[in-house]
């Protein structure tokens, strides 16, 4: 089966070292999301839940889903773990009445990692409403996916990364895309720092700098 392009999706996304358009990154981990986000009206009681881990383009996807549906036809809540329960319940039930407040729709964006205990819902009825939505999960970068990740990061920092540093770099890393996004920024400084390209020394200390000097020399 063919893996999805990795450059289907593009939003405007300030960086530090240009500005320029970010890719969502479209792979087996985020392909089903990307596929439920394109019917709102198709969602049990037009509400859907998006989690995932840090850092895995949650907020990207609510924008994307947005600008694909319409800003009237589609609500979105990020964040949705640090917004008061008893607001968030009269927002699911305005969706039944004929409409949220800005849509016909409603995505609820929530930082639920497993690692971090998940969203946990104090209110009963809000719990109940929120099960009963649909829910869609960013899944863990694969190799393929997590090497497209770390060219698009060096891409939007306008670092230069050689042939084979996919290769070399995911193996020693942590899968996952905080780790990863870390790991570019760390070679990004670290090249900077030492005012040379982003070669295999470069990267060798920044694993070094985030894993310790073993991992450097895995495989």
């Known amino acids: 089966m063919s893996r999805p392009s990795p450059s289907q999706i593009a939003l405007p996304l300030a960086v530090r070292r240009t500005s320029q358009a970010q890719r969502i990154i ?5 392909a089903h999301v990307i596929e439920a986000l394109r019917d709102p009206l198709g969602w049990p009681f037009h509400v859907a839940v998006l989690t995932g881990p840090p850092r895995s383009g949650k907020s990207l996807l609510g924008r994307w889903a ?3 549906a319409g800003e009237d036809a589609l609500e979105v809540i ?11 319940f009269h927002r699911w039930n305005a969706v039944q009445q004929g409409g949220s407040r800005e849509g016909a729709a409603l995505l609820i964006v929530a930082n639920a990692a497993e690692e971090s205990g998940g969203w946990r819902i104090a209110l009963p009825d809000l719990a109940s409403r929120i099960g009963a939505s649909l829910h869609v999960e960013v899944g863990t970068p694969d190799d393929s996916f997590a090497a497209d990740l770390l060219r698009a990061h060096a891409e939007a920092r306008g670092l230069s990364l050689p042939e084979g540093a996919a ?4 193996p020693r890393t942590t899968r996952s895309f905080a780790a990863i996004e870390t790991l570019v920024a760390t070679i990004d400084r670290i090249s900077l720092e030492r005012q040379t390209p982003a070669t295999m020394s470069v990267w060798r200390a920044a694993l070094e700098a985030l894993h310790g000097p073993e991992q450097s020399r895995l495989f």
Do not use: K
């Open 78 to 88: 990020d964040d949705a773990e640090t917004i008061d329960e008893t607001e968030l």
């Open 26 to 30: 479209v792979g087996a981990a985020n």
């Open 66 to 68: 947005q600008g694909l």
């Open 167 to 170: 290769e070399y770099l995911i």
